[in-house]
């Protein structure tokens, strides 16, 4: 029996090693933490619970196909439920729009914005062109092999899904009202970048909320983790919690022979997946001679926006009365040159607020309150922002926050604040980003990591800084095209 170690149990990990052990491998998960999920995680704080990442659930039957592809009825593992109504956007003038998988009401709601039905549908007709072609083309593709990169469908896709027009240029040509062009412009802090520099490609992320549809899971999405985890358990995948691994051995022949924990083990596999960030987790377990193809140039890979977080358990119910809302800046250009030209936080943010207690009140059950986690996009890390005052910029934010109705400080029960440091501590994010490098090019956009790197012949990547990018459905994914690649490749 060939035998596979998983480095990192996020996700992308998590889906792989329920795949290969449901096809008779020996599956063995290393994972530094006490948990499964990696950034889906489960905190509880005042007596409330909160999920830290990610909260907007889209494209369920990814993990569905998990379960089913391992023999499993999903359905007894996670309930995926659907947010027909997902999330308000409150505008700097006072209108407001609440975003719907309900055609009727996208359009009816467009219409108080003097747009007319047919910018709506030729703009769904466009994204769902976009969708399309991704999940035909991109998805499935581990872009291990030159022939995967020569297929001649794949470059016509290219060429089909906007890569030279950026994803503002994109919503612009359907609407000319700005607020509707913010709101579809912020799809692109979804994979961590600039919406002024991102290819339009990824206005396909509107597909998936006006058409495909949001969704949450009762219990919070880390539930999710957990089910994968069960099911792993259940097909013999031996998991190994609080056990951080150090180092890979290479040989002369470009093959890891063995792993390394801080336990002083060192034990031996066939073939070795890595779900961890690329960029950070790589250079740190594979000496450098081992990993020529490998750039650690900075300015070459440009690192995600970062996440600063305050989980917070109210008393009482607060304005914020959706399971997602987005306060806007009044200019949104200017916020994102902020964070990625200064590299420092705006100064007028955007307030991104979930909170799941509005349809899963067991996550207040204790407080009677809201768990509301406020998320405001934040610069990756520099020597001169790196460490950041938290009491004063929770406070800033909560300030911010009652300029726009929201109050909330004077109802805390108990917070918790998470700063970019934090994650590049406890994820070992690149620079505190929360995917890798950004999409600001068009190699950065369609040449991310690929499931198979060029140096090690038994080493394999999943994750979010990986092929095909940030989301949960997107690593898990990943997880699914590296158990596939590896079930051939180690036959």
């Given amino acids: 029996m060939k035998s596979i170690a998983i480095i990192g149990s996020g996700l992308g990990g998590l889906a792989a090693a329920v795949l290969l052990a449901s096809s008779g491998y020996k599956v063995d998960v290393f994972e530094k933490h006490s948990y499964p999920g990696g950034k889906m995680k489960r905190y509880h704080i005042g007596g409330a619970r909160f999920d830290f990442g990610p909260n907007t659930l889209t494209m369920p039957d990814v993990f569905k196909e998990i379960f089913t592809l391992s023999g499993a009825n999903p359905d007894d593992y996670v309930q995926f439920k659907k947010l027909e109504n997902h999330t308000m956007n409150y505008f700097p003038d006072g209108s407001t729009f609440l975003?719907?998988?309900?055609?009727?009401?996208?359009?009816?709601?467009?219409?108080?914005?003097?747009?007319?039905?047919?910018?709506?549908?030729?703009?769904?007709?466009?994204?769902?062109?976009?969708?399309?072609?991704?999940?035909?083309?991109?998805?499935?593709?581990?872009?291990?092999?030159?022939?995967?990169?020569?297929?001649?469908?794949?470059?016509r896709s290219i060429s089909a899904v906007k890569p030279l027009t950026t994803m503002h240029d994109f919503h612009q040509s359907f609407f000319t009202d700005k607020r509707i062009v913010q709101m579809l412009d912020r799809y692109a802090t979804y994979i961590g970048s600039s919406p002024y520099l991102t290819p339009a490609t990824f206005a396909m992320i509107g597909y998936l909320e006006y058409v495909d549809g949001v969704y949450y899971v009762p219990g919070g999405n880390p539930t999710i983790a957990e089910a994968f985890h069960k099911r792993a358990q259940e097909l013999g995948v031996t998991f190994h919690f609080n056990e951080e691994v150090t180092q890979l051995q290479i040989n002369d022949q470009q093959t890891i022979t063995s792993l390394s924990?801080?336990?002083?083990?060192?034990?031996?596999?066939?073939?070795?997946?890595?779900?961890?960030?690329?960029?950070?987790?790589?250079?740190?377990?594979?000496?450098?001679?081992?990993?020529?193809?490998?750039?650690?140039?900075?300015?070459?890979?440009?690192?995600?926006?970062?996440?600063?977080?305050?989980?917070?358990?109210?008393?009482?119910?607060?304005?914020?009365?959706?399971?997602?809302?987005?306060?806007?800046?009044?200019?949104?250009?200017?916020?994102?040159?902020?964070?990625?030209?200064?590299?420092?936080?705006?100064?007028?943010?955007?307030?991104?607020?979930?909170?799941?207690?509005?349809?899963?009140?067991?996550?207040?059950?204790?407080?009677?309150?809201?768990?509301?986690?406020?998320?405001?996009?934040?610069?990756?890390?520099?020597?001169?922002?790196?460490?950041?005052?938290?009491?004063?910029?929770?406070?800033?934010?909560?300030?911010?926050?009652?300029?726009?109705?929201?109050?909330?400080?004077?109802?805390?029960?108990?917070?918790?604040?998470?700063?970019?440091?934090?994650?590049?501590?406890?994820?070992?994010?690149?620079?505190?980003?929360?995917?890798?490098?950004?999409?600001?090019?068009?190699?950065?956009?369609?040449?991310?990591?690929?499931?198979?790197?060029?140096?090690?012949?038994?080493?394999?990547?999943?994750?979010?800084?990986?092929?095909?990018?940030?989301?949960?459905?997107?690593?898990?994914?990943?997880?699914?095209?590296?158990?596939?690649?590896?079930?051939?490749?180690?036959?």
């Fill in 99 to 155: 975003s719907s998988s309900d055609r009727e009401r996208m359009i009816a709601q467009l219409a108080t914005f003097n747009i007319g039905a047919t910018h709506y549908d030729s703009y769904v007709k466009s994204i769902t062109k976009l969708y399309t072609h991704a999940v035909k083309e991109f998805f499935p593709r581990t872009f291990s092999s030159l022939q995967e990169y020569a297929s001649f469908r794949l470059l």
């Fill in 261 to 491: 924990t801080k336990k002083n083990e060192q034990l031996h596999y066939d073939g070795y997946l890595l779900n961890g960030d690329y960029l950070t987790v790589y250079p740190k377990l594979v000496d450098k001679a081992y990993r020529p193809s490998f750039t650690e140039d900075v300015n070459v890979k440009e690192p995600t926006s970062s996440a600063f977080v305050i989980l917070s358990a109210t008393n009482r119910k607060t304005a914020a009365k959706h399971y997602h809302q987005v306060y806007f800046s009044h200019d949104y250009e200017k916020e994102f040159e902020d964070i990625f030209s200064k590299k420092s936080y705006p100064l007028d943010p955007t307030i991104y607020i979930s909170n799941s207690s509005t349809v899963d009140t067991s996550a207040v059950s204790n407080t009677g309150g809201d768990n509301l986690f406020i998320l405001v996009n934040a610069p990756s890390l520099t020597n001169d922002n790196r460490y950041v005052d938290k009491e004063d910029l929770k406070n800033w934010v909560y300030r911010l926050l009652e300029k726009k109705g929201v109050f909330i400080k004077e109802f805390v029960i108990d917070d918790l604040v998470i700063t970019p440091q934090q994650l590049s501590e406890e994820f070992h994010s690149y620079f505190g980003g929360l995917y890798g490098y950004t999409s600001h090019s068009l190699s950065q956009a369609f040449n991310r990591p690929a499931t198979k790197g060029k140096d090690i012949k038994n080493l394999y990547f999943t994750g979010g800084s990986t092929h095909p990018g940030g989301g949960s459905p997107m690593v898990v994914q990943s997880g699914r095209n590296a158990a596939n690649l590896m079930k051939k490749s180690l036959k």
